[in-house]
């Protein structure tokens, strides 16, 4: 008896955007947001958010900021996710400049659980460690427990808490770190 397997590769690719990428990462910004918040949140907070934090000017800002790297999954030339990470002064909070901060990895609905998300903290991973960075940290909703278990399970623990606002809504972000020092 024979068995035959099919096998399909899947190579997903880390691509730096740049400002020639506002339109497609706007797209990818408003849909990973609303696919990841709206089911939680007030259709009026979402929107109000979705107009403000997605801007032209915005978004130009954060890809300008010399402190910032914004990258894009690519699979087969499409973005399936995307990463943002600060350096030093550019991190929202701690601007400690022997860390980095992730503040954004999103990835569409139809592409979680299929390692996208892993792919793009693992290229986080590689990016402090070759800067030398003591650690990583970064900010999630306290409600979003898929996103704090996959952290958790990425070896990020717990350090405090801060607010975000979403539209009139004041929500608890859980702080959370990962050391690189072994």
Do not use: C
């Not at 970064?138 to 704090?148: F, M, P, S, T, Y």
């Amino acid at each position: 008896m024979k068995y035959q397997i099919t096998m399909e590769i899947i190579k997903i690719e880390l691509v730096k955007i740049t400002p020639s990428d506002l339109e497609e990462l706007q797209k990818l910004g408003k849909q990973t947001f609303l696919e990841t918040f709206a089911p939680f949140n007030s259709e009026e907070d979402i929107q109000h958010y979705l107009q403000t934090g997605f801007t032209d000017m915005k978004l130009l800002e954060e890809i300008a900021n010399p402190g910032s790297a914004f990258y894009f999954a690519k699979l087969n030339n499409s973005p399936i996710g995307y990463l943002k990470l600060n350096f030093g002064n550019a991190q929202t909070e701690l601007k400690d400049s022997e860390a980095l901060e992730i503040e954004r990895i999103y990835v569409l609905k139809e592409f979680q659980g299929q390692k996208a998300g892993q792919f793009l903290f693992t290229e986080a991973l590689k990016i402090a460690r070759n800067h030398g960075l003591k650690y990583i940290w970064l900010g999630v909703w306290e409600k979003n427990e898929k996103a704090i278990k996959f952290y958790e399970k990425n070896g990020f623990v717990a350090f405090d808490k801060h607010s975000f606002v979403l539209g009139s809504d004041i929500q608890t972000d859980v702080m959370m770190k990962l050391s690189l020092i072994n």
